[in-house]
């Protein structure tokens, strides 16, 4: 009971707003993945294991986690490099450059996917031109890492931006005033600093690239085996009225998700152990 | 080691940061940069440690008679102590001050042991020892400037340049760190240059004051010199309370030698400069009545009106001579300045 115990505080409505915050996540979050949860319990155990462990399946997760991995490390690296530039220089179309940073967020994925398609097909922009020299994007896992790199970049550049704008110049010229040549300085005391906010925008691209699915149906070619993601495969599981597989594989991405997330956050805890002040 | 400034310009835009400076800095001194915040007194110290370049084609920089000019900051051998500090946050104490070490070349890089040596040793300079694997946020600010000290010494730099050191403080922390700042000063005896808007800081621990106003150097001189005998009315109403007088009307008072500027047609004075007597009809002085005595603190203060002209003085003197002269409210007295130096040409009307 310790817990609860009332404190008093200058800041009012602790209670209210907690509880507010317990029933909305409840409604919001809870109650619709529980309902995942309690679906495939109606299941027995090999039932689910067939359901969630049958080949197609497992090509199927294999290709998402990668393919979003990779998403999100590409992501993490370029997105970085855009932040950055968009905050330490001034340039003429700036505002326009940053503008831009939030497409991918704002497209219907539906929209982002066929224009994608349309460029990396064969006869597309890119594609005429990348097709003779033996590669090959639509259609196959590379397209689907690619729509997911679409997505997942303004999770980065956004997150890494407020924390640019508040690193201290200081820093960097207190290392060159001590030696440091620029390598050094960034290695050893911007990545550091900024580490934290890189993790955030990589999970949060990475947990987006994971559930995405308008925009990956149109460029992979949904090919079993090879290029099905697995919302897809839920998808067509529903499509075919089998609605406890299609649970029984929501669960599983569920709380292999959670699993990632958790981690990623206890990495970003441990990584902002300095913050504190 | 010495530092010659020679016409340093620098502008930011339209404003200009720095208009011709020109300063030498005598080798082991401990000198304060002093100004109102904008006068240009920390893009001096940043443009020294070559941290701000100055304007091209204007002035050089040299040390020991050497030019840096155009020496990148982290191979003019300078320690600069950053206003708030810029510890890197990540790194313990330890790794704070061993950072100018670490990033040597292989070839020039001291051998573990020995960095650590050196770190422990700073550490006890700065009498912060066994706090070499706490994070800066484990520490006091007071204890955070003394790392970023102890980092900046590590390289062994051959001049400190400290940036408001004592700014982010609170006032008693502030007292105790100026003063172990000035033994420190006296103990390792390296060329130190210092920016304070505080001129009580300035005047307690400087060797040298420069007072910098609006771009240029005011006066550069012993914390005495430009507190007895301030050169422009800046420095006069900078170091101190000031009563800024029409001409006429103490100027009977006015003699050669007398601690008192006259420029432009007004006089400045200090408050404790001038003298309060029963007044005498023809023995001299100014003719004042008074119309404010406030006697809390070590030193009572006079509003004082004169009677030629009503302008307000303020006059300061001790408690016992407040009490020995008997004064009240609306008593008519004579003022005369007190005590006579000697002044420049200058300064006489």
């Given at each position: ?277 | ?261 006259v420029r432009d047609g007004q006089i400045y004075v200090r408050p404790h400069d001038i ?75």
């Amino acid at each position: 009971m310790s817990l609860l115990r009332k404190q008093h505080s200058v800041l009012p409505g602790f209670g209210l707003s907690l509880g507010f915050t317990l029933a909305y996540l409840g409604l919001i979050v809870l109650v619709p993945l529980s309902a995942a949860f309690l679906k495939t319990a109606g299941m027995s155990w090999g039932d689910f294991i067939a359901a969630v462990a049958s080949p197609r399946v497992m090509a199927a997760y294999r290709l998402s986690f990668f393919a979003s991995l990779a998403a999100a490390s590409v992501n993490a690296f370029f997105g970085l490099i855009v932040a950055w530039v968009l905050v330490r220089y001034a340039f003429p179309g700036k505002r326009i450059l940053d503008a831009l940073v939030d497409l991918p967020f704002a497209l219907p994925t539906a929209v982002a996917g066929i224009a994608l398609t349309a460029i990396y097909a064969k006869n597309g922009w890119l594609g005429q031109w990348l097709e003779p020299q033996g590669v090959k994007i639509a259609f196959t896992e590379i397209g689907v890492f690619v729509a997911l790199t679409f997505i997942g970049l303004p999770f980065v550049v956004r997150t890494l931006q407020p924390v640019l704008e508040e690193l201290q110049p200081e820093l960097e010229e207190a290392a060159a005033s001590l030696g440091a040549n620029r390598w050094q300085t960034i290695a050893r005391v911007l990545l550091p600093e900024l580490f934290p906010a890189l993790l955030t925008g990589f999970a949060l691209s990475f947990a987006r690239a994971l559930g995405e699915y308008g925009s990956v149906v149109f460029i992979s070619g949904n090919m079993p085996m090879r290029t099905e993601i697995v919302p897809l495969l839920i998808i067509t599981k529903l499509e075919q009225y089998d609605y406890r597989g299609a649970t029984a594989i929501a669960v599983v991405m569920l709380t292999a998700s959670f699993g990632l997330l958790l981690l990623i956050n206890l990495i970003q805890k441990w990584s902002r152990r300095h913050h504190r002040v | 080691m010495s530092i010659h400034l020679s016409n340093i310009n620098k502008s930011f835009g339209a404003f200009t940061a720095l208009g011709g400076v020109d300063l030498n800095v005598p080798a082991g001194k401990l000198v304060a940069l002093l100004g109102p915040s904008g006068s240009g007194k920390t893009t001096l110290l940043r443009i020294i440690a070559g941290l701000d370049e100055p304007d091209l084609g204007s002035g050089s920089i040299a040390f020991h008679g050497e030019d840096v000019t155009r020496v990148p900051a982290g191979k003019r051998k300078v320690g600069f102590v950053f206003q708030h500090y810029a510890l890197f946050r990540h790194m313990t104490v330890f790794d704070n001050i061993a950072f100018g070490l670490n990033v040597r070349p292989r070839r020039d890089r001291p051998p573990a042991s020995d960095i650590a040596d050196r770190v422990h040793r700073l550490l006890k300079l700065v009498q912060l020892e066994g706090l070499d694997e706490r994070l800066p946020s484990q520490l006091s600010g007071g204890q955070r400037q003394r790392v970023a000290l102890a980092r900046a010494l590590a390289v062994e730099p051959k001049v400190l340049l400290l940036d408001e050191p004592f700014g982010a403080l609170d006032a008693k922390v502030r007292k105790e760190l100026r003063r172990w700042l000035r033994r420190f000063h006296e103990e390792i005896n390296l060329t130190t240059l210092f920016v304070t808007h505080d001129q009580e800081e300035a005047l307690e621990i400087a060797d040298e004051v420069v007072i910098m106003n609006q771009a240029k150097i005011e006066q550069v001189g012993t914390p005495q010199e430009v507190y007895d005998r301030p050169a422009t009315p800046f420095v006069y109403q900078f170091l101190g309370n000031v009563n800024i007088l029409r001409a006429p009307a103490l100027a009977p008072a006015v003699t050669p030698g007398a601690p008192a500027l006259v420029r432009d047609g007004q006089i400045y004075v200090r408050p404790h400069d001038i003298a309060i007597s029963p007044f005498v009809v023809g023995a001299g002085g100014v003719e004042a009545e008074i119309r404010g005595i406030h006697a809390a603190g070590p030193q009572a203060k006079l509003t004082l009106e004169q009677v030629s002209n009503h302008e307000l003085i303020e006059v300061e003197l001790s408690r016992s001579e407040l009490v020995g002269l008997d004064l009240k409210l609306n008593d008519r007295v004579g003022l005369r300045l007190r005590r006579s130096h000697s002044f420049s040409e200058d300064y006489a009307i």
